[in-house]
């Protein structure tokens, strides 16, 4: 009997029996006997072990729980069960008290809910504490939102089973959300939180995390829900005892945790946080800006990385003499084998090999204007046929960070590659030869972003960096798209798209959030927004897009309502691009997109009145003429394109107004 099809006699048998004997759950006594007469085959040891595995199998309340959700159990090792399906159809009117002391309900088991103010009796209290807090998510993100935070909590779950044998399944989901929040808050992976950071165990001292990074430490207590009122004090206690050697009541968990870690602890600053719903502490955060900033950490660059790299200085052979040169306000350049500086890179970020959290190596591209590379073939070659010629033909690694020189170390706070991306993924996926292998390493003591920007684009030339893409650091760039994101994020959600080169990791939760028309590509989004500033360039942005980026200012802040309502034109355009369906019509109208856009945003013209102009002016300069070798879309990059426009729309409006 295959596995596969004992699992659907066996749902076919309990509901013989529940219908048969008019309860509600079958004893195991019961389902033995009738698969093995259903199957009439002996009722033996083997068959009822088999029984009893497809069962826990597929009971999501089953530590065993791995496939199917067929069965539900009465409690756990309680040999009663009943399909879920007739669970399901038993109990489907179900309640959970919303935030407002309202009551949200459900008639066919959170297929739909609604929420009211009274209930009736024939309603019973929904006692799932994942279902609870998933109805609740939805209730307060929206349900595609809460999809991502779902999913990723039951990832995390996954993990604790893996890693620290720990089943929360019956608590519900607060040790993965303490695993959420931390990694949310700090931008680090989950692995990287569960690893270091959570104290695991009952006896926790009330202190569910403690992170400790560069030269601060963050005492964390974690809940859903509420905290007590003297919460901060316990901590604050407990942390301390323990910091002297003290194990506090109720907390050895806390106390090994910290033992542990003590060296990681020393010579820090301590501060005290916490993730709730009722504390009033600044350091406190809502659940709500936690499932906010999560999504924030996908969509928007980071202002830091919170990583402290230190570099030892390499010498010369003597082991005595330092083979560093050194320029004024803690500039470096130096050779470095290979190997050594992917060691310090991994120790910096806290993973002990490559293969594990590879991710993680992204902190360190931040502020590059690159998504993902590919792997360079001729570097690769170079690495294992000639690792001694590497350093003549690679540009090096250059470093940007705040700079201290600590004599024989460099320590380097937030350390961000700007120059050097390929290069270094190349040696962390391709390890032979690395010992073999020098680079020459510059190190820029610099923090500002605008020269951040700067030092990317100038060392940046083994593949070319497009000037649109070099926006992607400037700083008024970086908070139009803040403002823009916050603005719209319970309303349109436009997104400004500012990076466009090689692969983003949030391409698939952008895609499922935002309407396609809604994502806006930067230099869609420049190319209107400096045509309305400035009118008599609308034809030279139509016509070098990128040749006018590299020729305009951008020292001063976006206006946030025309930024908006760029965003808004250029989503009304694309849904008036995509009704249209004779090829020649869209073609024709893409040709004239830019024009077409002005007319909407600065002239508040409707697409109607909009198309109407262009037609117009396709009519009266281009398809009266007879001349093959004219374009269309050189109407729209001429420097007289404004003047017809505006002629144009003085008809139309006049037209209207005669009405």
Known sequence: MKSEKLKYVIQECIKNITQRERKEYATLKEIYQEVADFLETENNYILKSQIRGRLQENCIESKSFNGENLFTTEKVRSGKWKNVEEAEEANSKKYIRSEKNNFIITTDNWKSQEEVRTISNEYSLEENLDQVYRIKLCQKIGKERAGFIIKDLDYIRKLLKQKK?????????????????????????????????????????????IYYNGKKVIVYQIKIGDIKDNAYEIMKKNYLDCRQG?????????????????????????????VSKNSNKKSNYLPEEIYQKYFE???????????????????????????????DNNNFVFFLSAKKLIEYLLKAINVENTEQELDSFTKYFYDNV???????????????????????????????????DHGGEIEIMNPVINNGQQTIMTLIKNQENLENVFLSIKITNEVDLEVKSKISEYTNDQVKVKP???????????????????????????????????????????????????????????????????????????NSPNLQVEKTEFNEPFDLTLSLKVCETNALFSTFLNQISEKKEKDDLKSADLAFKYLLCKENLTTEQAYEVIKNINQKYYYSLQDEKSKLIDIYKSSTIIERLEAEVEKIKNQYQNL
């Open 165 to 209: 044998n720990i089943d929360e399944k019956e608590n519900g989901y607060g040790l993965s959300f303490e695993v959420l929040a931390v990694s949310t808050i700090h931008h680090i992976s989950y692995e990287e939180s569960i690893e270091k950071y959570i104290v695991h165990g009952s006896l926790d001292g009330g202190i569910d995390a």
């Open 468 to 542: 649109i893409d070099m926006l992607s650091l400037n700083k008024n760039i970086r908070d139009i798209q803040k403002k823009i994101y916050h603005s719209t994020y319970h309303d349109q959600n436009y997104f400004l798209k500012i990076s466009s080169s090689g692969i983003r990791g949030y391409e698939e939760c952008l895609n499922k959030l935002y309407k396609d028309n809604h994502i806006i590509e930067l230099l869609d989004f420049i190319k209107l927004y400096f045509s309305i500033q400035n009118k008599k360039e609308l034809g030279n942005w139509k």
């Open 297 to 327: 950490n996908k969509f928007l660059p980071p202002s830091t990385n919170e990583l402290v790299l230190i570099i030892p200085k390499p010498r010369i052979e003597d082991g005595n003499t330092l083979n560093v040169s050194k320029l």
């Open 370 to 404: 690159r998504g993902e590379l590919k792997t360079n073939k001729k570097m690769l070659h170079t690495i294992e046929s000639e690792p001694e010629n590497f350093v003549k033909f690679n540009n090096g690694v250059s470093i940007t960070g705040e700079v201290y």
């Open 246 to 274: 003290i194990e506090p009541q109720n907390g050895k968990d806390l106390f090994c945790f910290i033992q542990k870690n003590k060296t990681n602890l020393d010579r820090k600053d301590v501060i005290y946080a916490s």
